[in-house]
RNA sequence: GCCCAGAUGGUGGAAUUGGUAGACACGAGGGACUUAAAAUCCCUUGGCCAGUGAUGGCCGUACGGGUUCGAUUCCCGUUCCGGGCACCA
């Protein structure tokens, strides 16, 4: 009896060993290079791992194991991001309490992932609800309190250097209050009253990222916007940097897109508008000189934002925010009850309704402006299609060249001028950025002096117009050149009661940092932990929830006088807290002096890979920059960016089956047969589908509804038919990674997973190839067994086929793990156990090698091998072979030649043959004479080492 | 609307980056072993045409053009699917 791969107990077997034995334990190692591989860390979900979860971790997983052999020192840890939003509503759904379901999901996820062999160091674990880590949360929450952003240096300072500068400059206001208003405006981390997304269902606000279309992310809940006071973090000050650090990394181009759309640099100028003073249309060359300097000026003048300066003879009018405060200011009386009708309209709306309806709307404000440039008068209007958040709030109108500014001028009938050559502008704008600048101006004098200067773009493409603009404007004090971001802060308070409380009290309603040496502060238990549609924080709920001053800790509400003793802060953080910086965390999970310590720091540097979703993208992939940015200019951190290369997984979408009931019965047709029925396609569980044949006793078993079901067979069987769609429960096509296991083993799941497609693509979990990883296992397997099930190996001289067919295997593994190409690494192997099955290979020169190249793809058949050819330690150590050319070595080269690209034929060259005498023996071919008869050669090309190719014409 | 990525057999996907398209796997069909099933092994498998046959020919990488001796690969245009941003001036 041949010996059996007996994957169960082999995998059992090994994850006593590794556990053990510590094999994946790991430290710092200076005499070796660092290599630091990184998972994003899961949310522990209710749900457990599906089939999803571990690709990711594969991937990662075979390439930690992969550079471990090549002689890095790999840090792989894992660890759960435990706080936030998907663990609260689990917990809110179940009935039960957050903590309670937390750690219960844990050990759930730690089981699963266990079962698959990961090559974790799982003494690194970090838990971001655990007050040992979230102290590092809050004492970086608390340095961002302290610092402001300088943009001279472009990196974070200490809040004290701002003071001097203050103090230097005579600014320092002498009131405490008036003291703490400045710094706020310039803290990293801030408390602000914003409009934020609020979402009542949820009971929190969000950030910009957990909204999508005014719904909430989670939950798809309506969110509105509301004015709030709440803890905030000025990533923005950060943008520029954020956004030049994307040059340095390898990512992927389409996420590097994502975070620059999200970013959203816009280079312009910021030009000066002052009213006219003059309220008659005729008003005309009242500003024909320069601008009057100093007083008076900032009541009648307001700023306009514009990337396309060169238009500037174009303007026709100008447009306002509805919520911008100069609506106010300019308003005239006898406009004023249309105004404060439309701004009514407008508040109205809700923010869905206004991004969805793009209808022009506005009202006229009775005011006019000049435009510094032309000196024209233009009527300045009020629409909601201006934003207040971006730029000024307010714009100068160019409809010809703007299809926004063109449909509103369209409606209210003002005037297009067009500014470019043949554009045509009578049917829509045209917003190009390409062309020969014309009518600017019309004539000469259109064009207001300056210090003798006038401004002339005629003949200029626009790129140069808008730089010559800009220089004008600049030099002539109309305005200044201004580069404008859409990334906004970030909102840092959530009404939960499930996130890290922050280490702030209220003195006298200053917000004031508990001492750094008093950290962590616990989160408090609370009976009533739901949050509440109104806002108010479950914390609120705390008894024990005061500081006192004196003694330096947490004290009961009820004491608190105002003098030592003071409210804490009632909001949590939000999930992206404690994900943000948790890759540093894991290089000194233990360090109870720092988040990391220095000298570790400088052993681990940053992650070399990172392996996580594209949905990430505006999330926490911009947060964890900025805060590894904040973190690097306080020294903590070794490098700017966080993460070199990243990698991010598709996901694995759900495949449905459905069986089809034929209607008002209780009998099923099979997919080939059902257009002959009025037939319901019903979901049915993939679990009990394999191949997409039904199991009809499962199915029968599955719900009493169908103990009694019949069925109309083809060929003996049910076929089920299947779709593509998202993998829910709902769906009844989750797939559970323990039942794979169960079935086939970890190594079969890990290859499949991998053998799926490219890790990067999304696709759909589709069982039906799983055989073939498993059948490959069970082939590799008998490689090593004789008969009865003794090794099989011999010392002889291994035949040159087999060592062509290793070293052929050794370069391709070797040169797709780095590349990430998986699928086509285990197709390689497949094809090499094949053709040594077909040698009748038993070297040991030769088989010795395969556990190691099998290793990072199925590590526990490699350890079982490894060790029955008794191979020294565990497999993970074992140096990853080298191939060699010589055994590569073709003795002849089978190439194509081809005649005028239509006839072609294979022959063998010799492969030292030179381009010369490839085509010399080409064209003597026998083969060649057929094909050359009656022809006349026009020209050869021989390529090195590949094709000749003879063209011809008939003679 | 703007930006990014993609489209290859019945299916998942390969293709040394311009050089024999369809590796590898699944599925399907045929065969061997077996009382039978499972397991295992072997053969066929992009389409069409001709031939008893070995084989030969034509078409074929979403569609239409182009560059090239040669294009799945490069260029232009079109269609479709996915992702991001979106009254961002």
Redesign the pocket.
């Known amino acids: 009896m041949a010996k059996e791969y007996n994957f169960r107990e082999i995998e059992q077997k090994w994850h006593r060993l590794w556990t053990e034995r510590q094999t994946y334990k790991i430290g710092e190692d200076e005499s070796r290079e660092k290599f630091y591989v990184l998972n994003m860390f899961p949310y522990p979900s209710g749900a457990g791992l599906h089939v999803g979860h571990p690709l990711g971790y594969i991937a990662s997983d075979i390439y930690a194991r992969f550079k471990r052999q090549q002689g890095f020192n790999v840090l792989n840890p894992m660890g759960y991001d435990a706080y936030g939003l998907p663990a609260e509503q689990y917990a809110i759904q179940t009935g039960q309490h957050p903590e309670k379901t937390t750690f219960a999901n844990i050990d759930r996820y730690r089981e699963q992932l266990d079962k698959i062999g990961f090559s974790f160091d799982w003494d690194r674990e970090v838990r971001t609800c655990t007050p040992d880590y979230y102290r590092w949360t809050q004492w970086a929450f608390q340095k961002m309190y302290n610092s402001y952003f300088d943009e001279a240096l472009q990196k974070a300072q200490p809040i004290e250097k701002l003071v001097e500068k203050f103090k230097a400059e005579g600014t320092w206001p002498a009131d405490e209050k008036a003291q703490n208003d400045l710094l706020m405006n310039h803290r990293i981390a801030f408390l602000g009253e914003t409009m934020v997304n609020w979402c009542p269902k949820l009971g929190t606000v969000l950030a ?2 957990e909204v ?1 279309e005014g719904v909430s992310v989670r939950g798809g809940y309506p969110v509105e916007q509301k004015k709030m006071r709440q803890w905030c973090l000025r990533v923005s000050a950060y943008s520029q940097r954020l956004l030049d650090g994307l040059d340095t990394i390898d990512w ?3 996420i590097k ?2 975070q ?3 970013i ?1 640099r ?1 280079e ?1 100028a910021e030009v000066k508008i002052c009213l006219s003073s003059n309220p008659s249309p005729e008003g005309k060359g009242e500003m024909k000189k320069p601008l009057p300097s100093g007083g008076g000026l900032e009541e009648a003048s307001f700023t ?5 300066a060169d238009t500037m003879f174009g303007v026709t009018f100008f ?1 306002l ?1 509805p919520e911008s405060e100069l609506v106010d200011k300019v308003t005239t009386p006898d406009q004023r009850a249309a105004v404060d009708e439309y701004l009514k309209y407008v508040k109205s709306r809700t923010e869905r309704e ?2 969805i ?5 506005g009202v006229f404000s009775g005011a006019y402006g000049i435009n510094p440039i032309t000196g024209d008068r233009c009527p300045i209007y009020i ?16 409809p010809a060249h ?4 063109y ?1 509103f001028a369209k409606h209210f009938g003002l005037p297009i001028v067009p500014l470019v050559e043949g554009a045509d502008v009578s049917e829509e704008s045209y ?1 190009a950025k390409e062309g020969i600048v014309i009518n600017s101006p019309v004539s000469e004098d259109k064009s207001v002096k300056y210090d003798g200067e006038s401004l002339c773009l005629n003949g200029l493409s626009i790129k140069e117009a808008i730089a010559e603009t800009k220089r004008f404007v600049k030099a002539h004090n109309l305005g200044r050149v201004k580069v ?1 971001y ?1 990334l906004r802060d970030a909102i840092f308070s959530r009404q939960r009661y499930w996130g890290e409380p922050f280490p702030v009290y209220y003195k006298n309603g200053i917000p004031t940092m508990i001492p750094e040496d008093c950290l962590p502060i616990e989160l408090p238990q609370v009976e009533k932990f739901l949050p509440t549609e109104t806002g108010e924080p479950p914390l609120g709920n705390a008894q024990i929830w005061a500081w006192d001053e004196v003694n330096r800790k947490i004290v009961d509400k009820k004491l608190i006088d105002e003098k030592t003793v003071f409210p804490i802060e009632l909001y949590t953080m939000p999930g992206f807290a404690g994900s943000s910086a948790y890759f540093l965390r894991y290089m000194d999970p233990k360090n109870d002096k720092a988040l990391v310590g220095d000298d570790v720091a400088s052993y681990w540097q940053n992650v070399d890979l990172y392996v996580g979703g ?2 990430h ?2 999330g926490h992939l911009i947060y964890s920059r900025f805060w590894n940015k904040f973190l690097f200019d306080l020294g903590v951190s070794k490098k700017d960016e966080p993460f070199q290369k990243l990698v991010n997984q598709g996901m694995i979408q759900g495949r449905s089956n459905f069986v089809y009931r034929i209607k008002d019965t209780n009998t099923f047709v099979s997919l080939g047969l059902k257009d002959q029925y009025d037939v319901t396609p019903i979901h049915v569980d993939v679990n009990i589908v394999k ?1 997409d ?1 039904l199991d009809l006793e499962a199915f029968k078993a599955w719900s009493p509804e169908y103990a009694t079901a019949e069925f109309i067979l083809e ?1 003996g069987k049910y076929i089920c038919g299947w779709a593509i769609e998202k993998m829910s429960k709902s769906m009844y096509n989750v797939v559970n990674p323990d039942m794979i296991v169960e079935n086939y083993g970890a190594d079969t799941l890990r290859l499949y997973e991998m ?4 890790v990067e ?4 979990w ?1 069982t ?9 296992l ?2 590799l397997w ?1 490689l090593y067994w004789d008969k009865d099930g003794n090794l099989a190996l011999t010392d002889g001289e291994p035949s040159a086929d087999s060592l062509k067919t290793l070293h052929k295997l050794i370069k391709k593994v070797t040169a797709d793990i780095e590349v990430f ?1 998986f ?2 690494s ?3 192997f ?2 090499a156990v ?1 053709e040594l ?2 040698q009748k290979c038993n070297s040991r020169a030769v088989l010795q090698a395969l556990p190691v190249l099998i290793s990072p793809f199925a590590p526990h058949i490699a350890e079982e091998l490894w060790e029955a050819i008794g191979g020294e330690g565990s497999v993970c150590d074992a140096k990853w072979p080298q191939y060699e050319e010589k055994y590569l070595v073709e003795t002849s080269v ?3 030649v ?1 005649f ?7 022959m063998l060259f010799p492969a030292d043959a030179t381009p010369e005498q490839m085509i010399e023996l080409a064209t003597s071919a026998p083969e060649a004479a057929r094909h050359l008869e009656g022809m006349q050669i026009v ?1 050869t ?1 021989a ?1 090195p080492k ?2 000749v ?1 003879i ?1 011809v014409k008939p003679n």
């Open positions: 910009n990222d999508v992927s181009e389409s897109e994502t620059k759309n999200w959203g816009s312009g306009i934002f514009t990337t396309r447009v925010a206004r991004m309806d793009h209808t022009v709307t629409a909601e299609y201006v934003l207040a958040g971006y730029g000024t709030g307010a714009i100068m109108a160019v703007d299809s926004r500014d449909a917003d404008n859409r594209s949905e993208a505006t191949n044949v060929d053998f799926l497609g490219p693509q999304s696709k759909p589709d039906n190839g799983i055989d073939g990883c498993f059948r490959f069970k082939k008998a190409s699928n086509t285990i197709s390689a497949m094809v094949n099955g077909q089978k190439l194509g081809q005028n690209g239509k006839v072609r034929f294979d020209k090309i390529i590949r094709i190719n063209v």
